[in-house]
Every structure is written in C-alpha cells, then in structure tokens.
C-alpha cells in the first residue's frame, strides 16, 4: 500500500515569510496534485505535476515534482493570512483514485 | 450556483442509528464520489459512481451503502452507526472516470458524530 509522508504536520508562521512544505511516497509516483483545503470546506485543487522534474507556479505558490517521481514540494513565497490551510498532496493512482498524503496544516498570522 | 451541494452540514446520532446523506452536484459531471475524513484529516477514497455504476468500493464496511439514483445525486445511507464511523464525509464530483483529464470539485462536507 502506498503511502505518502506529508512535512512538516504542522506549520504557523508570520504573514510575510517564506515556507516549504513536502510530499514524499513510498512508491512512484503516477501523477501528483497538491490541494488547499481551508477550513469548514472541501479540498480544492492547485496543481497536478506529471513529469519527472516539472515546475509549475501559481502566482506566489511555487510547486517541483522531484526526479524520480518520489517527492514533491511546495514552495509559498511572502505567505498571506489567506494561504492558511491543509495543503494535501495526492497520487492519482490507477488513472481513477486519488490516494491522499497525511496533510500539513498552515497557520498564517497577520 | 452552489456546485456541489450536500446535506445535511452536521450530523449528530446515537450508535446504531441509521443515518444519510445526500449529495447533489450541478456540473453536468458523469463521475461522483464519496471521501471519508478522520480526525487527524487524513482523506480516504470510499466510493464512486460513473453514470450511476459503481465504479470503486475501497472496502468499505457493508454497512455503508451508496445510492446513486441519477447522474446529479450520489447519497450515503450508513447502517447501524458506530463510534468510528464518526468523521467528514465529502462528496465530490469530476467530468470523466480519469482523474488526471478531469478535475475532483469537493463538497463543503458532512460531519458526522456518533454518540
């Protein structure tokens, strides 16, 4: 069964900063996607990653998709009060099902 | 203009009760889904339905039962309530069967709580 290792669990920083939040498997990867979800709400999906080595930005939100297809970050620049949230990463495996990484959790303070 | 619709919000019920909940989504999607999610907010597949077939039952107790009467609704009947079945429940909805041609839209979720 695959698993996916989300770090750090938990993250609370001042608006303002940098931070860097990763995803690794205990697999290959098949494709990868990263989702926000905020609180009293669904998931909402960022980004999907598919080839070894991808980088893909969303406006302050900086995602790499590693090498091997083990390991993924996520890369926040000047972090905002809005970006607080669970950032989830996913395999998207056998083409149909998502299976979900174990979350960090990221408090942004004003 | 909701897209993914569900009800009821919150959900509290004794052990053994039987409860549901309903989902409806206004996309036009083919493909619907069911998510479980604990309380240390780790999401896990349960169901999903394409076209009103069930599509993946990620062995899930026989107590829970999915319900998909057309191509909009997918509803969640869960038998004889247990302590650990005490969680969110999402719904969510994409285009197509493949997930990575067709985006998953969440709904705001269900939490349940058994007593």
């Known amino acids: 069964t695959q698993l996916l290792e989300q770090s750090p669990q938990f993250l609370s920083i001042q608006e303002g900063e940098n931070l860097t939040v990763y995803c690794n498997s205990s697999?290959?990867?098949?494709?990868l996607q990263w989702y926000r979800q905020e609180p009293g709400e669904g998931p909402v999906l960022l980004v999907t990653?598919?080839?070894?080595?991808e980088v893909k930005k969303l406006k302050r939100l900086t995602f790499q998709f590693g090498d091997a297809r083990k390991d993924s970050s996520l890369h926040i620049t000047a972090a905002q009060p809005g970006d607080t949230g669970l950032y989830l990463c996913?395999?998207?495996?056998?083409?149909?099902?998502?299976?979900f990484g174990t979350g960090t959790r990221l408090q942004v303070f004003p | 203009d909701t897209a993914v619709s569900q009800t009821p919000k919150y959900l509290v019920t004794q052990m053994g009760n039987d409860k549901s909940i309903k989902c409806e989504q206004n996309?036009?999607?083919?493909?619907m889904y069911w998510y479980k999610q604990d309380s240390k907010k780790f999401l896990k597949i349960m169901f999903s339905?394409?076209?009103?077939?069930?599509?993946i039952n990620e062995t899930v107790p026989n107590r829970f039962s999915p319900k998909s009467p057309d191509k909009a609704h997918l509803n969640l009947h869960i038998n004889s309530l247990e302590l650990g079945d005490s969680a969110v429940y999402f719904c969510?909805?994409?285009?197509?069967?493949?997930?990575?041609?067709?985006?998953?839209?969440f709904g705001p979720g269900t939490r349940l709580t058994v007593l």
């Open positions: 969510a909805s994409s285009q197509g069967l493949y997930t990575l041609y067709n985006e998953q839209f």
């Open positions: 697999s290959v990867f098949s494709s």
């Open positions: 990653v598919v080839t070894g080595g």
């Open positions: 996913a395999d998207i495996y056998n083409t149909d099902k998502l299976i």
């Open positions: 996309l036009g999607h083919d493909t």
């Open positions: 339905y394409n076209n009103k077939e069930l599509i």
